[in-house]
């Protein structure tokens, strides 16, 4: 069974720093793209960053460039953001996601999420 | 970046009914375009891709249609387990981009 589980979320203070993580199981961790997609309380959602395979490509949505940095150890099965300069328009629920094939830019499965609040 | 925009914002329907969302997309997207449905505190789940792939293990009551900029969800009878918000993305260019999501409420 496929199973993602983020943590590393909590309170941090505007331009504060947050690690988040992503625990996968059940799946060839090495053989996908991943995807990180946040939610702000009540709003929609919306696609931060995503890592190749191997983690020769990364992409980031424009506000997060320059302050967030995705990355993965495929040893450990995990996928990683390190969240720098946060403001408080990036508080929001984050959800780790997987991309089905090869970048196609979907995502079949997801994590229950983590919250990130930021606020002084 | 490709805007997507969603309508209704929301609806009102009965068990039994069919209901229809749509979806546009602000330029050419081919038929590269997901929906999927969100549950109160829960994570979203994928229902299509490619525009009308259903997902293994989506009922086959929701159904997708549509390419380059207009795409439509529809789910055949609703059933109350379908009380949901639900979301479009087109998955043809990076940044992935959502839509504003439509809320399905019980009438």
């Known amino acids: 069974e496929v199973q993602l589980v983020e943590s590393g979320g909590g309170l941090v203070q505007p331009g504060g720093s947050l690690r988040l993580s992503c625990a996968a199981s059940g799946f060839t961790f090495s053989n996908y793209w991943m995807n990180w997609v946040r939610q702000a309380p009540g709003k929609g959602l919306e696609w931060v960053a995503n890592i190749k395979e191997d983690g020769s490509e990364i992409y980031y949505v424009d506000s997060a460039m320059g302050r967030f940095t995705i990355s993965r150890d495929n040893t450990k099965n995990s996928l990683y953001l390190q969240m720098n300069s946060l403001r408080a328009e990036d508080s929001a629920v984050y959800y780790c996601a997987r991309d089905p094939g090869e970048g196609s830019g979907y995502s079949d499965y997801w994590g229950q999420g983590t919250l990130v609040t930021v606020s002084s | 970046a490709i805007r997507m925009t969603q309508s209704p914002s929301s609806l009102s329907a009965s068990t039994g009914d069919r209901v229809t969302i749509s979806c546009r997309a602000s330029?050419?997207?081919?038929?590269?375009l997901a929906w999927y449905q969100q549950k109160p505190g829960k994570a979203p789940k994928l229902l299509i891709y490619?525009?009308?792939t259903l997902e293994s293990g989506v009922p086959s009551r929701f159904s997708g249609s549509g390419s380059g900029t207009d795409f439509t969800l529809t789910i055949s009878c609703l059933q109350s387990e379908d009380f949901a918000t639900y979301f479009c993305?087109?998955?043809?260019?990076?940044?992935?981009?959502f839509g504003q999501g439509t809320k399905v409420e019980i009438k």
């Open positions: 490619g525009a009308s």
């Open positions: 330029q050419g997207i081919s038929t590269n």
């Open positions: 993305q087109q998955h043809y260019t990076n940044p992935w981009t």
